[in-house]
């Protein structure tokens, strides 16, 4: 059970998105904090050679290194979850002339902390070894409903890093905006990691589109 939020924390005014990181995580250990272990999510991105196919979207994330999200483009958020042998299919296929890697590979790498009940995960964007910005998940643990985890979550980013509620909607994702205001006058679902990964393919898929940092 977990619900999680993941946002693009903005780096301008730092030398560096390496530097703006540094300072983040020296906010969150003096909060309370604590290093686990390294983070890491990758986006690799196959373009069709078959007429009528779709880019699909693969990534990985090391809080679940069994599997692998799959996302077709134009395809209503529709995701499959596999294994992580799936990738090894996908470059199978590649070798059969149904896809190739066009896009350069995105890469998040950075650092786990835990806090209580919350698990955050702070890290740089990469791309062909180009750093492209700086990315924050922090996820509610004991929870899987989207309305309320959110709302503790808001309420720690504020704590924690001193964002207002108007910025922090301003940074959410449209994939988590879209769910969060579907809910407004219904029952609450339930959160699953696919929306996680759903928020990272937002901002990965626009980091690709922005200048270097």
Same mark, same amino acid.
């Given at each position: 059970m977990v619900v999680a939020v993941v946002i693009q924390l903005q780096s301008g005014s730092f030398k560096s998105p390496a530097e703006a990181a540094e300072y983040y995580l020296e906010k969150l250990e003096k909060g309370g904090a604590k290093k686990t272990r390294p983070? !890491?999510?990758?986006?690799l991105s196959y373009s069709p050679l078959i007429t009528n196919s779709?880019?699909?979207h693969v990534l990985s994330h090391s809080e679940y290194p069994a599997s692998s999200f799959a996302f077709a483009e134009h395809s209503n958020c529709q995701i499959l979850v596999a294994?992580?042998?799936?990738?090894?299919?996908m470059n199978k296929l590649k070798t059969l002339r149904?896809?190739?890697?066009?896009?350069?590979?995105?890469?998040?790498? /950075?650092?786990?902390?835990? &806090? !209580?009940?919350?698990v955050i995960n702070l890290g740089t964007v990469n791309q062909s070894h180009t750093t492209k910005g700086l990315v924050l998940e922090v996820a509610y643990v004991p929870m899987d409903?989207?309305?309320? /985890? &959110?709302?503790l979550i808001q309420e720690f980013l504020q704590s924690f890093l001193n964002m207002s509620? !108007?910025?922090i909607q301003k940074l959410l994702t449209e994939q988590l905006s879209l769910r969060i205001r579907s809910?407004?006058?219904?029952?609450?679902s339930e959160y699953t990691p696919s929306v996680t990964l759903l928020q990272y393919l937002d901002i990965l898929i626009n980091m690709r589109k922005q200048p270097n940092e």
């Open positions: 983070f !890491q999510v990758d986006l779709k880019t699909v294994d992580n042998t799936f990738i090894a299919l149904a896809f190739e890697l066009r896009l350069p590979k995105m890469e998040a790498r /950075g650092t786990r902390l835990e &806090y !209580q009940d919350f409903e989207i309305r309320d /985890g &959110y709302c509620k !108007q910025m809910l407004k006058d219904k029952k609450d």
